[in-house]
């Protein structure tokens, strides 16, 4: 079969080092003559996943023992509440910035446990650019951000000041991206499915101090982070295919480091882009400063052409093309599994589409 060139926003594509890895042991997991899928979490065969998993974070992310690193479940969107559940007393209040359908969702979910103060929207856009030049409380609890909004396809390439407030990110669909100070962050959050791995567990990342500072009342034990990390990722049973994948993917991107996967995406970016940019039968549809490199969104001049091109697309094993239904037109996630040379293969589609139209 000619490969096919998965550009999906996720589940999305994983390097063939991780799904080789997952392939041989579904068969026999670290010799035991067991699929992973069957043996036990409490096994020191898979507890050893799950501590290699925990520390190739922090070797990536250059992390002290300052921070605490789980792998729990429920997706990023289980996070919305946990983290106002975890850390806003009655009467406190957290500061939001708005520049998505995921961040607005979580908004939503803080309104639930305490006051939210949205310091910042992008909304009065349909969110086509990050909003700038905005101030924090100093009595925000937190300051909580999207790093890269996969819908809309913004990204922030700069975090701002917080003047001492706890700095809360979700970097689901950009982490391990590019580097970043992680020192700078009091609470990292990601679901898997973009850059590090399945569907099926989310890497939460926070700093010692501010888990000192969760609220003082009682928080269900399966809600509580301090359950958590005080039971490394085991307080029950994890989602243990997914955090196995998620280890050999955290091995490849070590191996290649993140000054070299920013050299990846930034060219794998550029290249697209400027096709969107010089086709005149595409147009982009975010601020060019804000453009995310991991989901790139654009659309047809013409939307009567958009069911023939994607059609015209999968011809060519192009998949995954067909923007989120909330806003439909395209999106080309271009996470770090994907090769250059599948985004030459869409680049050379649309300029064959363009000649096909004169």
Not at 22 to 29: G, I, M, R
Not at 203 to 220: A, D, G, Q
Request: hydrophobic content about 40%; charged content about 20%; aromatic content about 10%.
């Amino acid at each position: 079969m000619s490969k096919v060139h998965n550009f999906s926003a996720g589940p999305a594509i994983l390097p063939q080092s991780a799904i080789d890895a997952s392939v041989a042991a579904l068969q026999n997991f670290a010799g035991t003559g067991l699929s992973l899928i069957e043996v036990s979490h409490r096994s020191k065969e898979y507890e050893a996943v799950v501590a290699e998993a925990t520390q190739l974070v922090k070797d990536i992310l250059k992390l002290d023992d300052n921070y605490a690193v789980v792998f729990l479940q429920g997706g990023a969107s289980l996070q919305f509440d946990m983290i106002p559940m975890n850390w806003l007393n009655d009467g406190d209040t957290a500061a939001y910035t708005n520049t998505g359908v995921w961040a607005s969702r979580a908004i939503k979910e803080a309104k639930l446990f305490g006051n939210v103060n949205v310091v910042a929207s992008s909304e009065d856009k349909n969110f086509s650019y990050l909003p700038k030049g905005y101030s924090i409380p100093k009595d925000a609890k937190y300051f909580h951000c999207t790093s890269n909004n996969t819908i809309y396809g913004t990204e922030m390439f700069n975090f701002p000041e917080t003047n001492g407030v706890p700095l809360v990110c979700d970097m689901s669909s950009d982490i391990f991206s590019r580097p970043f100070d992680a020192s700078k962050f009091d609470m990292i959050y990601a679901g898997a499915q973009k850059n590090m791995g399945p569907a099926g567990t989310t890497l939460v990342i926070i700093k010692k101090s501010f888990l000192e500072t969760r609220v003082t009342k009682k928080i269900p034990t399966m809600l509580d982070y301090a359950v958590h990390i005080e039971n490394g990722s085991m307080y029950n049973t994890p989602s243990v295919f997914a955090i196995f994948v998620c280890m050999h993917t955290l091995r490849w991107i070590k191996a290649i480091g993140l000054e070299a996967m920013e050299s990846r995406n930034t060219a794998k970016a550029n290249l697209l882009y400027t096709e969107i940019d010089r086709n005149t039968l595409f147009t982009g549809t975010v601020a060019k400063e804000d453009r995310s490199r991991m989901n790139v969104n654009f659309i047809l001049n013409n939307v009567e052409f958009e069911a023939e091109f994607l059609k015209f697309c999968e011809a060519k094993n192009l998949v995954g093309l067909k923007g989120h239904r909330s806003v439909g037109g395209l999106r080309a996630s271009l996470y770090n599994a994907l090769d250059i040379e599948s985004v030459q293969v869409l680049v050379d589609a649309m300029q064959e589409f363009e000649a096909s139209k004169k």
